[in-house]
């Protein structure tokens, strides 16, 4: 039905800059909420931020004023911006999405996962 597809991870050094970016495809009526999650080693995941579909944003605190999420409604996509990058963010990032394909009730749907390693 629905597939989310994220690019733009690797590994960068403290103080870095990353640009991640996801795709949704398929059968798509419309799509509310997205965001972006993160599971670090040994941690649970997390909610870093989140965008409605009208642009209303919030972000998790440890990444306020460098972390910036963003969407595109005409292309079905959704990136994050990561600025002055620390060791404490090296993660698996994931996109998320709230999505009603076409036919079917609105449901969450979830990408597969880009790493995300920040080391010197």
């Known amino acids: 039905q629905v597939q989310l597809v994220e690019s733009g991870g690797g590994l960068v050094q403290p103080g870095g800059s990353l640009r991640l970016s996801c795709s949704a495809s398929?059968?798509?009526?419309?799509?509310?909420?997205m965001a972006w999650y993160r599971r670090a080693p040994g941690k649970q995941r997390e909610l870093v931020a989140r965008i409605t579909s009208s642009g209303s944003t919030n972000y998790v605190d440890s990444v306020k004023g460098r972390f910036t999420i963003s969407r595109d409604n005409a292309k079905n996509t959704v990136a994050l911006q990561m600025n002055s990058l620390k060791p404490e963010d090296t993660a698996v990032y994931y996109c998320?999405?709230?999505?009603?394909?076409?036919?079917?009730?609105?449901?969450?749907?979830w990408g597969q996962g880009t790493q995300v390693t920040v080391s010197s």
């Open positions: 998320n999405a709230d999505v009603r394909a076409t036919g079917w009730a609105l449901r969450e749907y």
């Open positions: 398929g059968s798509i009526f419309s799509i509310g909420a």
